[in-house]
């Protein structure tokens, strides 16, 4: 996929079109989702520059999730992309009071976000945040798409700044909710930077919990 100040990265799947791009000072990224048999959209993580956003999605959306509470993720976009499309806002139940664009629905683990013909289900992983969800797309034709927000990267998990509570519940969130439920193949979606799979992140696991960030 391509990355900041070029094209965006657009991943062509059966029923769904994945474009990516990196967005603003902190390189966030913003997925467009796009139901091929619908035409329906939804935009994970308005994050910043709206004028690109709302290009790339030819003004028209039917939903905005924001992954977690991090300003980075909402305040340079959000509030611009939902008032030029009328989108519907969602976030994670416990986070969404942090965020200062009203989320319409709230989302708590195991939910399905749907827009057009094409199903998510949402993850519940505290720790990088208290809220944070995870969006879990499985390809009927194909392996699982994960966007995962800023609870894992290539090479670990979300930062959780020296808490070791925090640490351990998003750790363990991950093990358990993320590589125990799903296969190798699963390609992961950060919040910022490159791509992934579960099964090039998960020899790493160990080092993980032993380094304890």
Known sequence: MTYTGAAPGVREL???????VSVGPMDNNAYLLLCRETGAQLLIDAANEP????????????????????QDHWAGALEEV????GAVTYAGRLDAPEIAVPTQVLVDDGDTVSFGAIELQAIHLSGHT???ISLLYNDPDGHPHLFTGDCLFPGGIGGTWGDPAAFTSLFEGVETKIFGRLPDETWVYPGHGKDTTLGAERPS??????RGW
Do not use: F, Q
């Open 14 to 20: 059966g029923a769904l079109t994945i474009s990516k």
């Open 51 to 70: 004028e690109r956003l709302l290009a790339l999605a030819e003004g028209r959306l039917s939903a905005v999730v924001t992954t977690h509470r991090h």
């Open 82 to 85: 939902v008032a030029a499309t």
């Open 130 to 132: 208290e809220g944070s």
């Open 205 to 210: 696991l160990p080092e993980w919990r032993a």
